[in-house]
């Protein structure tokens, strides 16, 4: 059984951090590129960052110098450390594996 399972959201100040992580399990390919996606109170899930399994790491515009992703192919895991947050960042962030699977989703709430 393949579960993505993410960790570390919480409520945080705005212009603070979090990092987020996600971890897979089951028949995954550690090959798989990986992504963060969001999604806001009434908004449609976005693409946060996503990164190939060689390194290659893609950004949206809204989090380009505040967020970094990266993957640990020997763990399976991917993460997104979010610097300088504010209060637009609030959402449900989801890990996604490119081969088709999405975890549950971790609640990041920025207070301003």
């Known amino acids: 059984q393949v579960q993505l399972v993410e960790s570390g959201g919480g409520l945080v100040q705005a212009g603070g951090s979090l990092r987020l992580s996600c971890a897979a399990s089951g028949s995954i390919r550690t090959i798989n590129g990986k992504s963060w996606y969001r999604q806001a109170p009434g908004k449609q899930r976005e693409l946060v960052a996503g990164i190939s399994s060689g390194g290659t790491a893609n950004y949206a515009d809204s989090v380009k110098g505040r967020f970094t992703i990266s993957r640990d192919n020997a763990k399976n895991t991917v993460s997104l450390q979010m610097t300088k947050l504010k209060p637009e960042d609030t959402a449900v962030y989801y890990c996604?594996?490119?081969?088709?699977?999405w975890g549950k989703g971790t609640l990041v709430t920025v207070s301003s």
């Open positions: 996604y594996d490119w081969g088709g699977y």
